[in-house]
């Protein structure tokens, strides 16, 4: 069974439709590219996959036990979080927050978790690297 599953769905905001019938699936190990224009509905699209904002129409889907809150993403940097000195292996533990409750620090396990998923996405060369001096492909 796919990762993520998007059947009919249908994106906007304000009552404004931006994109429509959009149908597709993730595996596990695939990368999902959003390529596009400015204004065409790429962040649009991955709030809606995040349940940040609901679908206009359709559905997202996910399956193999992944859920909704597993699934993190960074946006594009705005002139604030320039000045924001987070390497990168900050920023991917971040992603464990939702585990700690009210400890205020983050355990041997979950930076180990932090670990694997950079060397899971071949970044763990850029752990020490303050992430914003990173490529926007980086």
């Known amino acids: 069974m796919a ?12 009552a404004h439709i ?13 990368y999902l590219c959003i390529v596009g224009e400015n204004g065409s509905g790429k962040t649009t699209l991955i709030k809606t996959l ?3 904002w609901e ?3 359709g559905q997202v889907l996910y399956g193999d036990g992944l859920k909704k809150n597993e699934i993190g993403y960074l946006p594009q ?7 924001f000195p987070a390497s990168v292996r900050e920023i991917v533990l971040s992603g464990c927050q939702g585990r700690c409750g009210l400890r205020p620090f983050y355990n041997k ?5 932090a670990e694997k998923n950079m ?11 303050c992430y914003r001096e990173l490529s926007g492909g980086q």
């Open 77 to 83: 940097q705005t002139v604030i979080q320039k000045d």
């Open 3 to 14: 990762l993520l599953t998007v059947q009919n769905l249908s994106l906007g905001y304000d």
């Open 109 to 113: 396990a979950e930076k180990q978790l």
């Open 55 to 57: 679908p206009a129409e």
């Open 119 to 129: 060397e899971r996405m071949g970044i763990l060369s850029l752990a020490k690297r």
């Open 50 to 52: 995040l349940h940040l």
């Open 18 to 30: 931006i994109a429509k019938g959009l149908n597709f699936s993730v595996q596990a190990g695939d």
